[in-house]
C-alpha cells in the first residue's frame, strides 16, 4: 500500500467492486461516479486517501470512503481494508421475513398441464 495517488479504474478493480478492470472503466466513462460530490467522468482521474466516491452498483448506490491505496489485486480481505462503506447496501425483501413463500404444486401423476391451467398460472406471474 502506499500513498501515491492512482487511477480511479485500477482501484476500484483493485478493491473488487468490479470483476474487470475494463468494466470499472465504463462505469468511469458513463460519468456514474463522484469524488466528493464532483462528476468523473475520465478513468484515469487520480484517487487520494480519505476521497469519499457515491456510484451505482446493480441496484444499489455505494457510498465509499478510500482508507488507502494498494499496489495490486489481492485477495477479498485485503480488497476491503481499502475503503469504508459509509452506507452499505441493505437487503430488500419484498415480504416480511417470516412469510413463507407461496408455490404452485401439482398433485404427483397428474401430468403436464391444460394450456387452460397454464394461462391461469400465466395471469398469477404477471400480476406480480
Keep these: 500500500m502506499s500513498d501515491a495517488p492512482l487511477r480511479l479504474d485500477k482501484w476500484l478493480w483493485y478493491a473488487r467492486f468490479f470483476k474487470s478492470r475494463s ?3 465504463q462505469l468511469c ?3 456514474k461516479l463522484r469524488i466528493g460530490g464532483r462528476i468523473i467522468d475520465k478513468p484515469h482521474h487520480k ?4 476521497d ?8 444499489h448506490i455505494r457510498v465509499i470512503k478510500v482508507l488507502a491505496l494498494a499496489s495490486r489485486r489481492g485477495p477479498a480481505p485485503e480488497a476491503q481494508a481499502l475503503y469504508e462503506d459509509l452506507k452499505p447496501p441493505q437487503t430488500e425483501s419484498r415480504l416480511p421475513p417470516d ?10 401423476g397428474s401430468g403436464r398441464p391444460t394450456k387452460r391451467e397454464r394461462r391461469a398460472t400465466d395471469s398469477l406471474r404477471s400480476r406480480e
Design 23 to 25: 468494466l470499472a472503466t
Design 29 to 31: 466513462s458513463a460519468g
Design 47 to 50: 484517487v487520494r486517501i480519505d
Design 52 to 59: 469519499v466516491l457515491t456510484f451505482p452498483q446493480g441496484r
Design 99 to 108: 412469510t413463507p413463500a407461496v408455490v404452485a404444486r401439482r398433485g404427483a
